[in-house]
């Protein structure tokens, strides 16, 4: 069965700087990826896919991911951060197998410090 | 275009009472899903729709029952309620595709609390 992990619950940046949210899976076959961003009271919104091609994915405001097929790795990262990214960040994936439902990680929150 | 709604925003219930959530879509999206979101344990996935008049469970479906009568509704029922559904509930569709690479739309949540 596919599975996400995010190692980690909390993510702690200043603004100006780089950020990391990282994320591994573990599906068989070629996976497909997603990141999606939830704000406070409201529902998850998208922000990037992989689903074949160029690993490094460009998505909304300004975030990129890199798909690493051998470290079965899809981490997030924005060069550089705004207070207005804290949020929680969710990585989930899918099996090729058709059209099943995406399984999610458990979320990393993401505290940007003025 | 409102994508994806959801009825009601905030509920309270007691212990043992029933209620039906509503989800709706305007984007024509064979696929519909349901989620429960608690502290801690992400996103899990109650029960799904692959079209009208089709429904399948998820990971955690006990106490749920869905409906799909209509392409743009997706109900979810509770008929006895439990304290352990105290939870946000999120809606999500999506189009069909063999790909697999559709994106999922998720309404805003209805937050329940079962007393």
């Known amino acids: 069965a596919q599975s996400v992990a995010q190692p980690e619950d909390q993510v702690n940046v200043a603004e100006g700087n780089p950020l990391t949210v990282k994320c591994t899976y573990s599906?068989?076959?070629?996976?497909?990826l997603f990141w999606y961003v939830q704000y406070p009271n409201r529902g998850l919104q998208f922000l990037l896919k992989y689903i074949t091609g160029d690993n490094l994915v460009k998505g909304s405001y300004g975030f990129e991911a890199e798909f690493n097929k051998s470290q079965t790795s899809f981490h997030l990262k924005k060069p550089s951060a705004l207070v207005s990214d804290s949020a929680l960040y969710f990585c989930?994936?899918?099996?090729?197998?058709?059209?099943?439902?995406?399984?999610f990680g458990k979320g990393t929150r993401l505290s940007v410090i003025a | 275009n409102a994508g994806v709604t959801q009825t009601p925003k905030f509920r309270v219930l007691k212990t043992g009472q029933s209620m039906t959530l509503l989800c709706a879509q305007d984007?024509?999206?064979?696929?519909m899903y349901w989620y429960r979101q608690d502290p801690g344990m992400g996103l899990r996935l109650i029960h799904y729709s692959v079209g009208e008049g089709t429904t399948a469970k998820g990971e955690v479906p006990d106490g749920y029952n869905v409906s799909r009568l209509k392409k743009q509704n997706f109900l979810l029922g509770l008929e006895s309620a439990a304290p352990s559904q105290t939870s946000v509930y999120f809606c999500a569709s999506s189009s069909d595709s063999t790909s697999g690479g559709e994106t999922q739309y998720f309404g805003p949540g209805t937050r329940l609390l079962v007393l």
């Open positions: 984007m024509n999206h064979e696929y």
């Open positions: 989930a994936v899918r099996p090729p197998s058709g059209n099943t439902p995406l399984v």
């Open positions: 599906v068989s076959g070629n996976p497909y």
